[in-house]
T-cell receptor, first 110, second 114 residues
Framework: QKEVEQDPGPLSVPEGAIVSLNCTYS??????FMWYRQYSRKGPELLMYTYSSGNKEDGRFTAQVDKSSKYISLFIRDSQPSDSATYLC??????????FGKGTHLIIQP | EAGVTQFPSHSVIEKGQTVTLRCDPI?????LYWYRRVMGKEIKFLLHFVKESKQDESGMPNNRFLAERTGGTYSTLKVQPAELEDSGVYFCASSQMGVSTEAFFGQGTRLTVV
């Protein structure tokens, strides 16, 4: 079993829809949970991070962490074509580097 | 402010040759990380520098990989000799001391070993 599972997609939704992206994980030592956005041929760009369980909102983006279920989500409201990218979840337990999911390729149809 | 810069952006070398990748972190960032993404796989941690010291190199695949960070500024990752399975995208990231959760990534170096 991989430490972090993430559906690679592609996930295609119409413009304006609410997008839900998810990851599950197995290592209970993870305390910090991040979401990165990566455009083609670019490096990952940090969108937001959350410590432990709970919600965090930043503009159209909301991150949720449920440590009891080892499940994290990223919601994008009022999705735009410019949101089309690969979204990577990543986790950190305080040591080593980040542990990434494979990334979900998201397509927002105009 | 300049972001994390990596050179070259793309390198094609033959099996058995040597390649050196370079990373210039954001000025003032003490933490520097190397990651690698092999095709079809997730991004994997390779190693972590704090200033010029290797904090953790548990992700380095084998002794053909050598990372250095002279003077705590830029870092190099040398692969010698390169093998076919070393192909992938190598990312560098940096963060401020004590803020490992806010790491900024470079655009990556795409390495192709033929």
């Amino acid at each position: 079993q991989k430490e972090v599972e993430q559906d690679p997609g592609p996930l295609s939704v119409p413009e304006g829809a609410i997008v839900s992206l998810n990851c599950t994980y197995s290592n209970s030592a993870f305390q910090y949970f991040m979401w990165y956005r990566q455009y083609s041929r670019k490096g990952p760009e940090l969108l937001m991070y959350t410590y432990s369980s709970g919600n965090k909102e930043d503009g159209r983006f909301t991150a949720q962490v449920d440590k009891s279920s080892k499940y994290i989500s990223l919601f994008i409201r009022d999705s735009q074509p410019s949101d089309s990218a690969t979204y990577l979840c990543a986790m950190w337990g305080g040591a080593d580097g980040l542990t990434f999911g494979k990334g979900t390729h998201l397509i927002i149809q105009p | 402010e300049a972001g994390v810069t990596q050179f070259p952006s793309h390198s094609v070398i033959e099996k058995g040759q040597t390649v050196t990748l370079r990373c210039d972190p954001i000025s003032g960032h003490d933490n520097l990380y190397w990651y690698r993404r092999v095709m079809g796989k997730e991004i994997k941690f390779l190693l972590h520098f704090v200033k010029e010291s290797k904090q953790d190199e548990s992700g380095m695949p084998n002794n053909r990989f050598l990372a250095e960070r002279t003077g705590g500024t830029y870092s190099t990752l040398k692969v010698q000799p390169a093998e076919l399975e070393d192909s992938g995208v190598y990312f560098c990231a940096s963060s401020q001391m004590g803020v490992s959760t806010e790491a900024f990534f470079g655009q990556g170096t795409r390495l192709t070993v033929v």
